[in-house]
T-cell receptor, first 111, second 112 residues
Framework: GQQVMQIPQYQHVQEGEDFTTYCNSSTTLSNIQWYKQRPGGHPVFLIQLVKSGEVKKQKRLTFQFGEAKKNSSLHITATQTTDVGTYFCAGQDTSGSRLTFGEGTQLTVNP | EAQVTQNPRYLITVTGKKLTVTCSQNMNHEYMSWYRQDPGLGLRQIYYSMNVEVTDKGDVPEGYKVSRKEKRNFPLILESPSPNQTSLYFC???????????FGQGTRLTVV
């Protein structure tokens, strides 16, 4: 079945440093979604990428979808303590029925 | 307020005692799913439902049952819980499978 792998599992940064998490799928995806889960909370949708090579920005967050639609990345510029949490990618298979989550990257930011 | 509501939020039970975790959404979503979250394993899909009376297995369905008799409700049933089902469970819903998912607050289940 479809597998979605995410690295790194953990990332510790100083406030102001940049952060990137990478997501790779074993199969071609129809779209990829990104979610953020604050400590003790539930996953909250951030963004969806659909087109090959697509790049979207949300303030300090930049999301990319690979040309082959099998990988994606989330980059945060100049991290802040409010960025703390676990970031998940979730890939949709081409049948459109399944959403498979990566293992998540847990980000901690030291002030 | 648009939301996905799970109950209970916390549950401690004993091995073999049947339990049900309820999930209800008020957004008229067709697609609903259950996930379990374990450290280092991310969110793994247990079951999903594309519409009323249509359910299918996810990645880790063993030991679980679901039903979708109404559009808004998607209960998760553990007929005979075992300690390896101790986990954090999330229900999620979306208009279609391809649309962004809204998650419930989570149910932390401990089976002793």
């Amino acid at each position: 079945g479809q597998q979605v792998m995410q690295i790194p599992q953990y990332q510790h940064v100083q406030e102001g440093e940049d952060f990137t998490t990478y997501c790779n799928s074993s199969t071609t995806l129809s779209n990829i979604q990104w979610y953020k889960q604050r400590p003790g909370g539930h996953p909250v949708f951030l963004i969806q990428l659909v087109k090959s090579g697509e790049v979207k920005k949300q303030k300090r967050l930049t999301f990319q979808f690979g040309e082959a639609k099998k990988n994606s990345s989330l980059h945060i510029t100049a991290t802040q303590t409010t960025d703390v949490g676990t970031y998940f990618c979730a890939g949709q298979d081409t049948s459109g029925s399944r959403l498979t989550f990566g293992e998540g990257t847990q980000l901690t930011v030291n002030p | 307020e648009a939301q996905v509501t799970q109950n209970p939020r916390y549950l401690i039970t004993v091995t073999g005692k049947k339990l049900t975790v309820t999930c209800s959404q008020n957004m008229n979503h067709e697609y609903m799913s259950w996930y379990r979250q374990d450290p280092g394993l991310g969110l793994r899909q247990i079951y999903y439902s594309m519409n009323v009376e249509v359910t299918d297995k996810g990645d880790v369905p063993e030991g679980y049952k679901v039903s979708r008799k109404e559009k808004r409700n998607f209960p998760l049933i553990l007929e005979s819980p075992s300690p390896n089902q101790t986990s954090l469970y999330f229900c999620a819903s979306s208009f279609r499978a391809s649309n962004p998912a809204f998650f419930g607050q989570g149910t932390r289940l401990t089976v002793v």
